[in-house]
């Protein structure tokens, strides 16, 4: 059965939150939300028209595809299309909020605040957990590959581990109380298939146990609260070698990080941004001056976002007839 919209006039605007993906470990399967900066996407139905149309793409980044077939926003609501066969389609307005390039979830928080507003408009919508394998359609467009660890917790908040791929499932890691998250995002652009391309193919049996290992210790210390054993498995032998040496400063901002009391540090998903965790404000904002001096030696300029991780994932702002 078709689905329609509620009224020809109603649009729905949603916000998505940034997220770090891979958290050192976990490639692919882990991620966690950042609180204060996200993209905002506005969804307005169309009866008569069928497909997706980008009318517009503003905030800090406005030079993106508005071909509904190559940018993450309308790919995730055409990917919605067709799951509930609806007639019509859909306008949308994208505000970005996340830089381009930068590592914190930017093309997954506009596919999964684009779905979360289309699928509110309808007349029967999904439950949320259901627009996962949409939105992970639109992160495929800016990826290359589909992988749902900035996905999941930009649309449902807190630390996320993907257990499943086709179709994707989550499941929610505790984050131990009082944790801080210190993002720094250098002003470099690193587009995320350029990332995924430094990356080995292959790697040997042995490297990959080593982080099994690490895996497996550091989702215990989150369950135990254990910051002593989240710090000791937070080390990545897989994708940091292949892409630190893409970021300049980045051994210099890790051992400042490290020395100045952070529980671990690594890249945001692809990069450059880099994140670190602390156990106290007092040392989040130490080890944010400390990284952010340690770009400036390279001559790179930096934002920063500190704070605990986020536990409200994306969420409708506006529903306004």
Known sequence: MSSEARTTTESVTAFAPATVANVTVGFDVLGFTLSGVGDRVTATREPGREGVRIESIAGVVADLPTDPEKNTASVAVLSLLGAVRLQGGFRLWIDKGIPLGSGMGGSAASAVAAVLAANQLLDRPLPKAALLPHAVAGERVASGASHADNA?????????????????????????????????????????????AALPLEIPLTRHVEQAKRLAGFLAGCFRGDLELIGHSMRDAIAEPARGPLIPGFEGAKKAALAHGAVGFGIAGAGPSVFAWAASDEVALTVEREVRAAFGEVGLATDAWVGPIGQDGASIEADEA
């Not at 996320?160 to 801080?180: E, Y």
């Not at 250098?186 to 995924?196: F, I, M, S, V």
């Open 152 to 196: 999941a917790p930009s649309l449902h908040g807190g630390m996320m581990a993907i257990v499943s791929h086709d179709p994707p499932r989550a499941v929610t890691i505790p984050v131990p109380r009082g944790l801080r998250s210190v993002l720094v995002r250098p002003h470099l652009r690193l587009d995320t298939r350029e990332a995924r």
